[in-house]
Structure formats: structure tokens, C-alpha cells
């Protein structure tokens, strides 16, 4: 089993910026790390996954704000989130070799 805990998360004008971190704990070994976000009424969507080799996807909509970025000697992994917009807005999960976190709550607000 896997224990995955975020952090970060926050309340950021529009055109700020966050940086979300997420820990994995355990005995799993770990290929894929990353985020999903929810928000309010809406589905949960990727945000960026990041894989053992390096390889990275992103959702459509992060067009060059966010980047993904991995500690593999810590099973950590971290969102830096640039030129942030009100639809940012939404709970963000992070994902590890499929466990999840409890989530962290990112409001863009002016």
C-alpha cells in the first residue's frame, strides 16, 4: 500500500502562482506520479502525470503554465502552477501508482 500527502494548496490572485507537493509512502514500487483536479460540478481531469522514465502528459488546458517534476530518491512529486486563472479553481488530487491523496483545495481569485 501506498500513504500519498499533498500540500500546497492555497488562495492566489489570478496570474499568480502555486507549487503543490505530493509524498508517497510505502512498499509499492512507483512508475506513475501526477495530478488530477476537480472542480465543482465538474468531472476529474488529468493535470500532469509523470512516469519512471521521465516521460510527462499534460491536460490540454495547462498550455505552458504548469510543470511537473519528480524526486524519485523521496517518492515525491511537485506541481509548479504559473499565470493562474479562476478556472484553475478546483480541489487537486495527486495520484501515485493508483492511490490517492486527500486532496488540496486551489482558489484564483482577484
Known amino acids: 500500500q501506498l500513504q500519498v500527502v499533498e500540500s500546497g494548496g492555497g488562495s492566489v490572485q489570478p496570474g499568480g502562482s502555486l507549487r503543490l507537493s505530493c509524498a508517497a509512502s510505502g512498499s509499492i514500487s512507483i512508475n506513475a506520479m501526477g495530478w488530477y483536479r476537480q472542480a465543482s460540478g465538474k468531472q476529474r481531469e488529468l493535470v500532469a502525470m509523470i512516469f519512471n522514465g521521465n516521460s510527462i502528459n499534460y491536460g490540454d488546458f495547462v498550455k505552458g503554465r504548469f510543470t511537473i517534476s519528480r524526486d524519485n530518491a523521496k517518492n515525491t512529486v511537485y506541481l509548479q502552477m504559473n499565470n493562474l486563472k479562476p478556472e484553475d479553481t478546483a480541489v487537486y488530487y495527486c495520484?501515485?501508482?493508483?492511490?490517492w491523496g486527500q486532496g488540496t483545495q486551489v482558489t484564483v481569485s482577484s
Open positions: 495520484y501515485a501508482q493508483a492511490y
